[in-house]
């Protein structure tokens, strides 16, 4: 017999929890720091700049901000691209949620030393648990050569790694990589090895056809940040010529500083409302759009029965409240889901079996909000 509390859930839906397929956890500490700009400018006047100044205690507070907010909008899980990885893995294993925590490969703007310890970290296999686990990050071929790809996926392969990498985001990124490779960053990536069903890239904003096609073919899975690219005015991202010619498709947030949120549920929605401005009313139905929140994601990170609501599957879920104003009339609860609800009608969060938040309530919420308060001011004056 297993020791289970049995819950009376009348009045609720159970319904599978959000996967996050892409995110810098810690920045939710820049969140509206630096609006209404492009990517290249965001990035190096305002974002890196600001994120000099981190030191390890702002990555676990800002991390702590990050997942408090992705637990109340019924995120469970988050693949992690950031500095200071410890912080959040700590983070993670306290609050009782999943990640896939990168180590970020930036040759360009971290030293050959601190490569070094990137490589041994990840020979070591530090900090992973039944609920964490690392994965090798390049950030994107703008910040690396090709020698250091390819010294991402010899370990990766080594190791039993997956690889996750940000791609084709930009024209501007797809236009540096054909003057200094002679090819779109998919081909790249491809030529150093990288692209198969292990492979996950971030935005792919501005993929070719054959660009589609081969990360069809590989098996490789494209997470899409819809609501970061139309801000940062990267780009439309291609959600019906992607789901045309095949390609895996997940999503993801995108950091705080750029979304301005970590709201999965957001990206649900727009995504599935993207695919029918250039494709029809159907191009991707409610109950496609959840998957690709869910358990797509979870497929993408190599996680094992997870991310549905099935008998033999870990419990990993959402208590939503049927009596909240969005979810009523309930003709079709995906549609309700999909289209209308937002978190407000989330009662409960369960991940691993365990409540992470019950009756709205998360254990420490109020003095997680505080102290991001405090760090963000300090950081912005210093």
Same mark, same amino acid.
């Given at each position: 017999?297993?020791?289970?509390?049995?819950?009376?859930? &009348?009045?609720?839906?159970? +319904?599978?929890?959000?996967?996050?397929?892409?995110?810098?956890?810690?920045?939710?500490?820049?969140?509206?720091?630096?609006?209404?700009?492009?990517?290249?400018?965001?990035?190096?006047?305002?974002?890196?700049?600001?994120?000099?100044?981190?030191?390890?205690?702002?990555?676990?507070?800002?991390?702590?901000?990050?997942?408090?907010?992705?637990?109340?909008?019924?995120?469970?899980?988050?693949?992690?691209?950031?500095?200071?990885?410890?912080?959040?893995?700590?983070?993670?294993?306290?609050?009782?949620?999943?990640?896939?925590?990168?180590?970020?490969?930036?040759?360009?703007?971290?030293?050959?030393?601190?490569?070094?310890?990137?490589?041994?970290?990840?020979?070591?296999?530090?900090?992973?648990?039944?609920?964490?686990?690392?994965?090798?990050?390049?950030?994107?071929?703008?910040?690396?050569?090709?020698?250091?790809?390819?010294?991402?996926?010899?370990?990766?392969?080594?190791?039993?790694?997956?690889?996750?990498?940000?791609?084709?985001?930009?024209?501007?990124?797809?236009?540096?990589?054909?003057?200094?490779?002679?090819?779109?960053?998919?081909?790249?990536?491809?030529?150093?090895?990288?692209?198969?069903?292990?492979?996950?890239?971030?935005?792919?904003?501005?993929?070719?056809?054959?660009?589609?096609?081969?990360?069809?073919?590989?098996?490789?899975?494209?997470?899409?940040?819809?609501?970061?690219?139309?801000?940062?005015?990267?780009?439309?991202?291609?959600?019906?010529?992607?789901?045309?010619?095949?390609?895996?498709?997940?999503?993801?947030?995108?950091?705080?500083?750029?979304?301005?949120?970590?709201?999965?549920?957001? &990206?649900?929605?727009?995504?599935?409302?993207?695919?029918?401005?250039?494709?029809?009313?159907?191009? +991707?139905?409610?109950?496609?759009?959840?998957?690709?929140?869910?358990?797509?994601?979870?497929?993408?990170?190599?996680?094992?029965?997870?991310? &549905?609501?099935?008998?033999?599957?870990?419990?990993?879920?959402?208590?939503?409240?049927?009596?909240?104003?969005?979810?009523?009339?309930?003709?079709?609860?995906?549609?309700?889901?999909?289209?209308?609800?937002?978190?407000?009608?989330?009662?409960?969060?369960?991940?691993?079996?365990?409540?992470?938040?019950?009756?709205?309530?998360?254990?420490?919420?109020?003095?997680?909000?505080?102290?991001?308060?405090?760090?963000?001011?300090?950081?912005?004056?210093?």
């Amino acid at each position: 017999m297993y020791n289970a509390e049995v819950i009376q859930c &009348e009045g609720f839906a159970l +319904l599978p929890a959000f996967y996050n397929g892409h995110t810098h956890a810690a920045m939710s500490l820049l969140r509206g720091y630096a609006d209404d700009m492009e990517l290249d400018k965001w990035l190096r006047e305002y974002i890196w700049p600001f994120e000099a100044k981190l030191g390890d205690k702002d990555i676990e507070v800002g991390s702590r901000l990050a997942v408090l907010e992705m637990i109340k909008s019924g995120t469970v899980f988050f693949a992690d691209m950031y500095w200071h990885r410890e912080q959040t893995m700590k983070v993670v294993e306290e609050m009782g949620v999943r990640a896939s925590i990168g180590v970020t490969i930036a040759e360009q703007l971290t030293s050959p030393e601190n490569m070094k310890k990137n490589m041994e970290f990840l020979k070591a296999h530090v900090g992973e648990s039944d609920r964490v686990k690392l994965c090798v990050m390049p950030h994107s071929m703008y910040t690396n050569g090709e020698g250091m790809l390819r010294r991402c996926v010899e370990i990766a392969k080594a190791e039993n790694y997956r690889i996750h990498t940000h791609l084709s985001e930009t024209l501007s990124e797809v236009e540096q990589c054909q003057r200094q490779f002679g090819c779109t960053p998919v081909e790249l990536f491809e030529r150093v090895g990288a692209i198969d069903e292990r492979f996950s890239a971030a935005h792919c904003v501005h993929f070719t056809e054959d660009d589609r096609k081969r990360f069809a073919d590989a098996g490789a899975t494209a997470v899409m940040c819809p609501c970061s690219n139309l801000k940062l005015s990267s780009g439309m991202p291609q959600v019906t010529p992607m789901i045309r010619d095949g390609v895996n498709l997940a999503l993801g947030t995108d950091g705080a500083s750029s979304n301005n949120s970590l709201d999965m549920h957001q &990206e649900m929605k727009l995504a599935t409302l993207l695919a029918k401005v250039n494709g029809s009313a159907d191009s +991707l139905p409610a109950e496609a759009a959840l998957k690709m929140a869910t358990v797509n994601v979870a497929r993408a990170f190599g996680l094992a029965n997870v991310g &549905e609501i099935r008998e033999g599957f870990v419990a990993d879920g959402l208590l939503v409240d049927l009596n909240n104003e969005r979810m009523t009339p309930c003709h079709d609860l995906v549609s309700n889901w999909v289209y209308a609800a937002d978190n407000s009608s989330i009662d409960s969060v369960i991940c691993n079996g365990n409540f992470v938040m019950r009756g709205r309530h998360v254990d420490g919420e109020e003095d997680i909000k505080e102290a991001a308060r405090a760090c963000a001011k300090r950081l912005a004056n210093a």
